[in-house]
């Protein structure tokens, strides 16, 4: 038994409709990934490494991932990090970077006092912006500044604080954007404005892990009566300079007059 004509008509009409949005989704596709502005990420890590030691280091990043991009200069590539309030970052000293480099940082808090101890800081987010990615295979960006430990506060039977972080996928992290050159000024599109793309496949590598000297409290009676006794030694000394040391015979200078 044959199919009916207006049967006929619906199958046909549905079978072009599969084949039209097949077609349509299949080059629509492959038209987005041969446009001149994407970056696919399939993989990728954040590596950390500190340099230098003491109180002020300089953090160097490395990104790398097995991506695909139609033009490295269509997209830019940043950075975030979520510092605690053990660390802080000189702006003016990230202002010099930039001028020599293609990078730009932002800071989220207006103010940095660099010279409040940790306990009475707040953590902050620093977006480092790259414009430019490196030419070289699998690595999409590599950068450095300086960061600076901040000073901690006393406590008893402890010499060190340690301090970490990229230990949490939260604590560092990869965005992207890609506008190409016809647009290339990425800053009409905000880092918070959701324009910017997490690199959810890019993970963090390396913790980084230092150790802040805390001053000890253990011998704080000691040193606190030493201090007194040296000082009270110190004033009986120079109240009984004062008093024996014996005083001009003529105190008064008497001036005659001058002839003419």
């Not at 490295?72 to 010099?96: G, H, M, Q, S």
């Not at 987010?125 to 506060?153: G, M, S």
């Not at 009984?240 to 002839?259: A, Q």
Request: glycine fraction near 4%; proline fraction near 5%; charge should be neutral.
């Amino acid at each position: 038994m044959g199919l009916s004509m207006k049967t006929k008509i619906i199958l046909f009409a549905l079978y072009s409709l599969i084949f039209v949005t097949s077609v349509v989704s299949y080059y629509g596709f492959k038209g987005s990934q041969d446009s001149m502005h994407y970056l696919t990420i399939h993989s990728g890590n954040i590596n950390l490494q500190v340099k230098n030691e003491g109180y002020h280091r300089v953090l160097h990043t490395t990104v790398t991932a097995d991506y695909e991009t139609s033009n490295r200069k269509d997209c830019a590539v940043t950075l975030r990090y979520d510092f605690p309030a053990d660390i802080y970052v000189d702006k003016y000293e990230l202002a010099t970077i930039a001028l020599n480099r293609k990078v730009e940082f932002y800071v989220d808090n207006k103010f940095i006092d660099v010279e409040t101890p940790a306990h009475k800081s707040d953590p902050f987010v620093l977006y480092v912006v790259n414009y430019t990615l490196p030419d070289t295979a699998n690595k999409l960006i590599e950068t450095e500044f300086p960061i600076h430990l901040r000073y901690q506060k006393a406590a008893e039977d402890s010499r060190y604080k340690e301090v970490r972080f990229g230990d949490a996928y939260s604590d560092v992290q990869m965005l992207y954007l890609c506008k190409g050159p016809r647009i290339s000024n990425w800053k009409q599109f905000p880092l918070n404005s959701g324009e910017w793309i997490p690199a959810s496949y890019v993970k963090v590598n390396k913790d980084v892990v230092m150790y802040v000297p805390v001053g000890d409290t253990h011998n704080l009676p000691l040193v606190s009566l030493i201090t007194h006794g040296l000082v009270l030694l110190g004033t009986y000394y120079i109240i009984r300079r004062l008093l024996t040391t014996p005083s001009p015979e003529n105190p008064i200078i008497k001036l005659s007059p001058v002839k003419c």
